[in-house]
Antibody, heavy 113, light 107 residues
Framework: EVQLVESGGGLVQPGRSLKLSCAASGFTFSDYYMAWVRQAPTKGLEWVASISYDGGSTYYRDSVKGRFTISRDNAKSSLYLQMDSLRSEDTATYYC??????WGQGASVTVSS | DIQMTQSPPSLSASLGDKVTITCQASQNINKYIAWYQQKPGKAPRQLIRYTSTLVSGTPSRFSGSGSGRDYSFSISNVESEDIASYYCLQYDNLPFTFGSGTKLEIK
């Protein structure tokens, strides 16, 4: 069974950092590009970042460029999102996705003092 | 960035009705549109990709069509389990962009 399981969410103060992880199973992780998508409370979906199958190419939405870093470890079948200089507007549930087709259950991130 | 204008924001239907949601892109997206269903407290689930291809497990009462800038998503014979929000996504160009969503309710 294809599965994506996020972890690492929580409550963090503005300006601080947090790292999300996504453990993949049930498929050959290195065959797929991966992405993070977020959803603020009661709001719609917003693509955050993508990474190529080998990690050689990364893409970000403008509002997180320079603050967030997407990475992957194909040997561990894991995807990561390092989030620095967090802002209140980054508060959301963050979903790990396999090529925007298969989604994890989400990790909640709250940025508040 | 490509803007996706989704309508209507909400929809009220009776069981057995056919409902249609539309998404208009700000430019040609070459049929690279997907449709998602999201139930409260759950992750989105992809139902359709590349305009009209049903993802494995998607019931045949769901369908999609369109080309260029204009796309639609329909549910025929609405069932109670279809109560959810629905989103379109264009994945022709980065940044990928979603429509604002349509909330389906049952009358």
């Amino acid at each position: 069974e294809v599965q994506l399981v996020e972890s690492g969410g929580g409550l963090v103060q503005p300006g601080r950092s947090l790292k999300l992880s996504c453990a993949a199973s049930g498929f050959t992780f290195s065959d797929y590009y991966m992405a993070w998508v977020r959803q603020a409370p009661t709001k719609g979906l917003e693509w955050v970042a993508s990474i190529s199958y080998d990690g050689g190419s990364t893409y970000y939405r403008d509002s997180v460029k320079g603050r967030f870093t997407i990475s992957r470890d194909n040997a561990k079948s894991s995807l990561y999102l390092q989030m620095d200089s967090l802002r209140s507007e980054d508060t959301a549930t963050y979903y790990c996705t396999r090529a925007m087709m298969v989604w994890g259950q989400g990790a909640s991130v709250t940025v508040s003092s | 960035d490509i803007q996706m204008t989704q309508s209507p924001p909400s929809l009220s239907a009776s069981l057995g009705d056919k409902v249609t949601i539309t998404c208009q892109a700000s430019q040609n997206i070459n049929k690279y549109i997907a449709w998602y269903q999201q139930k409260p407290g759950k992750a989105p689930r992809q139902l359709i990709r590349y305009t009209s291809t049903l993802v494995s497990g998607t019931p045949s009462r769901f369908s999609g069509s369109g080309s260029g800038r204009d796309y639609s998503f329909s549910i025929s014979n609405v069932e109670s389990e279809d109560i959810a929000s629905y989103y379109c996504l264009q994945y022709d160009n980065l940044p990928f962009t979603f429509g604002s969503g349509t909330k389906l309710e049952i009358k």
